[in-house]
C-alpha cells in the first residue's frame, strides 16, 4: 500500500511564502529594488537556492528612510502610548499564531533545527514583543530638584529618538530584528530593517505580519540587501536618527565612522569570545551540560558562546571528558529532521573561516580532542569540536570563531585575580559563565570579569536584563529598561517659578 504523507498546513504556508515573489516593504507598499537586482538566498543544508531577494541599496534605502521620516509625524504620532502597546500585542498574538511557519522558514534559511526555532528563537519574539509592549505605557522621566536656589521646576521626559535603522546578523535572525523592532516601536520610533543577506527571509515574512497587524505605513520598512551597499546607506544617511547593529566588531567599526556624519546614536552589540570557568566546588554534570549547550547551540554561532574554558586543574579531565562524549554525540543534520540537534553553519563562507580556524588551531600547536571536520560533501556542515593544548597567544583563543568550536584550557591557581586577569584577557567582554557552589566565589568573579553579563551557574539572558558588551564588544545595552530607553532622548524642561 502507498501512503502519501501530507504536508502539515504550516508545511505548505512556509512553502509558499518561500516561493512567493519576494519584495520589500517601503511606505506600505511592496516594492522590486530600485535597480531591478536580485540576490540569491540559499538553504545551508542542501546549498540549493530556494529564493531571490531584492537586492536594496541607496536609492530604495533612501526612499524607506523617506517613509519613516513621514510616518514618525503620522497617524502613529498621534497614537497613545496605550494604543502602542496594544497594536504590539496584537503582533505577538499573530506572531505566536503563526510560529510554526516562521520557524520553518528560519530553518530553511539559516539552517538550525525546527524544534529550536520554535521554542528558542519563536517563543523568544513573542516573549520579547509583549515584554516591550509593556514598557510603551512606562517611559517616565522625573522631577527634579535643582541644586541652586534659583526657584525652578524641573523635570524630564522622554520622546522617540525618531527613525531608526535596524541592521541584523544571520544567526538569529528573526529573533535579533525583533529584539530591536519590539523596544523601537514601544518606544513610538519608525524604522527601516535591514537583515543579514544570509537570511533575508524571516525579515521579509515579518514584514507583511506587521501589516497585517495594522500598522500605519512607513512605521516598519524593510529593505534586503548587502551590507556594503543598502547596510552602508542606511549608516551614512543624514536623516536617520539612530543605528541598532549587532554583528561583527569589524563592521560597528565601520558604522561609528559613518554615524559621525549626522552624529545619530548608535547601539552595537558586536562579539564576543566569553569564558567559562569551572572551579573545583561546581556541579561538574550541570556545568558540562551547560558548558556544552553554550558553545554548540546554535552550532556556535552565538554572540554570546562560552568559546574559552578554564576548568580548574583537579577538575579539567573530567569536563573535557564530558564535554567531549556530548560534542561527539550531538546529531548534526538538517533541521528539518526531528532527530537534529545541531544544523549546519549558515554558508560555505562561515564553515571556510570556522574549518580555517581550526587548521589554524593545529599549526599554532593546538590539538583536536574531538570533531575538527566537515561532516559529509553536502551543505555546510561542521562537527561539534575541541581544542586542547590553546594557549593565550593563539588565534582560535583571541579570535571570534563563530562555530561549534571550544577552546579548552585549565588553570592551576587559586588566586581569583589571576583567573579574571586570564579570562579577561582578549578584546571582547561581552558576556561571561562562572560555575561554583562558594556564593562568596561566585560574586567576586562577578565584580572581577570584565564583561557585559556573569552567568553563574546556568543563568541565562533575558528580555528584562540588560545585556551588552564592555570593551569590543559593543556600545550601550539591549533589554530591560535600558534597552527601550535607548529608543528615546531625553528632554529636561525647567520652568521658571
Ligand atoms: P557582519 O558583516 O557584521 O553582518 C551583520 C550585518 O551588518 C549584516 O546585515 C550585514 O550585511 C551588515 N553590514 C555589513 N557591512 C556593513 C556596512 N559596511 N555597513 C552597514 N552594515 C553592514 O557579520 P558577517 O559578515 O555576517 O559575519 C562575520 C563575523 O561576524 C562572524 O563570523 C562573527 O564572528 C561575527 N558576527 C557576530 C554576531 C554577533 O551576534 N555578535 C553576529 C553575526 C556575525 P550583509 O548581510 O550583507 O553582510
Ligand atoms: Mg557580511
Known sequence: MNVEVQPKAYEKRAAEFIASRQQMLIGGAWV?????????????????????????????????????????????????????????????????????????????DNGKPFTAALNGDLRTCVENMRYNAGWATKLNGEQINPSSP????????????????????????????????????????????????????????????????GFPEGVVNVVTGFGHTAG???????DVDKISFTGSTEVGRKILRAAGGNFKRVMLELGGKSPVIIFPDADLDKAIEGASRGIFANTGQTCAANSRLYAHRSVFDRMLEGISERASKLRVGDGTDAATEIGPVVSRTQMQRVLGYVESGRSEGASVAVGGQRRGDQGYFVEPTVLVQTSRSMRVVQEEIFGPVLCAMSFEMDDLDRIATEANDTVYGLSSAVWTRDITTAHLMARKIKAGMVRINGGGVDHALPFGGYKQSGWGREYGREGIEAYTELKTVAVAM
Request: hydrophobic share 50%; with cysteine; charged share 20%.
Open 232 to 238: 552602508q546607506a542606511l549608516t551614512d544617511h543624514p
Open 150 to 213: 534659583t526657584a525652578l521646576l524641573a523635570y524630564t521626559m522622554r520622546e522617540p529618538v525618531g527613525v531608526v535603522g535596524l541592521i541584523v546578523p544571520w544567526n538569529f535572525p528573526l529573533t535579533m530584528a525583533v529584539n530591536k523592532l519590539s523596544p523601537a516601536l514601544a518606544a513610538g520610533c519608525t524604522v527601516v530593517l535591514k537583515p543579514a543577506e544570509q537570511t533575508p527571509l524571516s525579515a521579509l515574512r515579518l514584514g507583511r505580519l506587521v501589516e497585517a497587524c
Open 32 to 108: 522590486d529594488a530600485a535597480s531591478g537586482e536580485t540576490f540569491e538566498v540559499e538553504n545551508p543544508a542542501t546549498g540549493q537556492v530556494i529564493a531571490h531577494v531584492p537586492s536594496g541599496d541607496g536609492a530604495d534605502i533612501d526612499a524607506a528612510v523617506k517613509a519613516a521620516r513621514r510616518a514618525l509625524s503620522g497617524p502613529w504620532s498621534k497614537l497613545t502610548p496605550a494604543q502602542r502597546a496594544a497594536m504590539i500585542w496584537r503582533m505577538s498574538d499573530a506572531l505566536e499564531a503563526s510560529a510554526e511557519e516562521f520557524a520553518l522558514i528560519e530553518t530553511l
